[in-house]
């Protein structure tokens, strides 16, 4: 299974020092996680103290990056080498249970000679 490398991914509309040779289209991934209840015990508390909610933190840093990693695969699945424009973006599904994605234009790139 192919993937792409993470430092072929951009916000960017252009990917510094290559030019895109082709258009393969948007792609995502998209995860939907929700809190356990154990979880939003220790994050109330943790509100009770104040500061970084590590908990939801956690939560959310693991979210985005299976949806990253989703959208790399579906880029690689499209034969891209780098995708450009990359964004996340979440949605609340229901109280507790939210939608991670990521997206971006798979493209394929060459160096700039």
Not at 57 to 85: K, P, S, T, Y
Not at 90 to 102: K, R, S
């Amino acid at each position: 299974m192919k993937t792409l490398d993470r430092k072929c991914v951009t916000t960017a509309i252009e990917l510094a020092g290559y030019r895109v040779i082709g258009n393969l289209g948007v792609v995502r991934g998209i995860t939907v996680r929700s809190r356990s209840v154990v979880g939003n015990i220790g994050a109330a508390l943790q509100t009770l103290i104040g500061g970084n909610i590590s908990l939801f933190a956690e939560l959310c840093e693991r979210a985005r990056g299976e949806a990253f990693d989703l959208m790399l695969q579906h880029a690689a699945d499209l034969g891209a080498n780098a995708v450009i424009a990359m964004r996340y973006d979440a949605n609340d599904i229901a109280q507790g249970v939210t939608e991670v994605l990521a997206y971006g234009t798979a493209v394929v790139v060459e160096p700039v000679r």
